[in-house]
Nanobody, 115 residues
Framework: QVQLVESGGDFVQTGGSLRLSCAASGINFESHNMRWYRQGSGQAREWVATITGRGLTNYADSANGRFTITRDNAKSTVYLQMDSLRPEDTDVYYC?????????WGQGTRVTVSS
């Protein structure tokens, strides 16, 4: 059974940093692309960043230059380093992967950025 468990969300001031973690199990981690999404209250879930199994990365415009996605295949964990945080980054952040064409999501971790 695929399981994704996020952690690291917190309350932070504008300009601060956080590092989110997502521990995966039930998949051959190094073979899977991993993604971070975000979702505000009453809004659609929005893609933030992707890292391939080989470590290639891609970012949404809102994250480019401020967020960094990395992975540790030995720990089956993907990270999202978030710097220069803004109040508009306040959201619940979700980890995502896909196996056998089925989407898997974590439970989410909440990030709150105060102005």
């Amino acid at each position: 059974q695929v399981q994704l468990v996020e952690s690291g969300g917190d309350f932070v001031q504008t300009g601060g940093s956080l590092r989110l973690s997502c521990a995966a199990s039930g998949i051959n981690f190094e073979s899977h692309n991993m993604r971070w999404y975000r979702q505000g209250s009453g809004q659609a879930r929005e893609w933030v960043a992707t890292i391939t199994g080989r470590g290639l990365t891609n970012y949404a415009d809102s994250a480019n230059g401020r967020f960094t996605i990395t992975r540790d295949n030995a720990k089956s964990t993907v990270y999202l380093q978030m710097d220069s945080l803004r109040p508009e980054d306040t959201d619940v952040y979700y980890c995502h992967t896909k196996r056998d064409n089925i989407d898997y999501w974590g439970q989410g971790t909440r990030v709150t950025v105060s102005s």
